[in-house]
């Protein structure tokens, strides 16, 4: 029995998330699926987190167990061969048995592309989403050292993101290693939230995103937003940004 590990990017724009669902087409499916048909065995496989409908990715990790003698290579190829265009494995790797891709990870990367624009480009639609200029990048700048470090994040957690019953462990405490805003073009107004960080509750990037806007547009100012980190309140943050614009980067280890 071998442990496989793949590196996955997909185009989430047609599914529903990773996770499967009744009814819904989804990443963790199609996988399945595909896997099973190359090693004519049924499996599990088990990804670092379960990205929401629409959210895309570039380098999602995940793994699964298999009695299949087929070489790294040919895993590979195979499982591109079989599926849609809009997902791809980048690579696979042995592993050790005991190695899960969600429990081991150290960490996530996500990108948040937006462009502040009065005509939104038909090419960049469905991986970027629309600010309305002007928009004050300092201002938004101002606000991302406010997120490093370890704190609670509740402002920023979607409604489900855990089990509010349970007392013990970490709650809604995450660290975020890194928040950067990077402009990726002064004519195409496109710009770029970098955010790494050990973990990420349900929605907490998109929400963080959500409430950077209104302090881009002007509705908030760097202090507001200060004071919603330390409020603890989901009512104060800004709504939630829309998931065409986010992509799992990489996963850490």
Known sequence: ?????????YDGTDYAGWQRQLGQPTIQQVMEEAIA???QAPVTLHGAGRTDAGVHAEGMAANFQTEAAIPL??????????????????????VANDFHA????????????????????????????QVRA??????????????????????????????LAITG???AVRTIFSARLDEE??????????????????????NIVGTLFGVGRGRLTP????????????????????????????VLY
């Open 73 to 94: 290579s040919g895993l590979v190829k195979g499982l591109n061969s079989m599926l849609p265009e809009a997902i791809r494995v980048l690579a696979a790797e042995k």
């Open 134 to 163: 002007p928009f004050a990048c300092a201002a938004v700048r101002l606000c991302l050292p406010m997120l490093v470090g370890t704190h609670d994040f509740s402002s920023f957690e979607a409604a489900g993101s855990r089990d």
């Open 37 to 39: 048909r190359l090693t």
């Open 223 to 250: 202090l507001d937003f200060q004071e919603i980190v330390a409020a603890r309140d989901r009512t104060l943050a800004g709504a939630t940004a829309p998931a065409r614009g986010l992509t799992l980067k990489t």
């Open 102 to 129: 969600r429990y081991n990870a150290r960490g996530k990367v996500y990108a948040y592309t937006f462009m502040s624009t009065e005509i939104m480009p038909p090419c960049s639609r469905l991986y970027a989403v």
């Open 185 to 206: 073009g002064k004519d195409s107004r496109m710009y770029r939230l970098t955010i790494a960080g050990d973990g990420f509750l349900r929605h907490m990037v998109r």
């Open 169 to 171: 462990g970490r709650g």
């Open 1 to 9: 029995m071998r442990n496989i590990k793949l590196v996955l990017a």
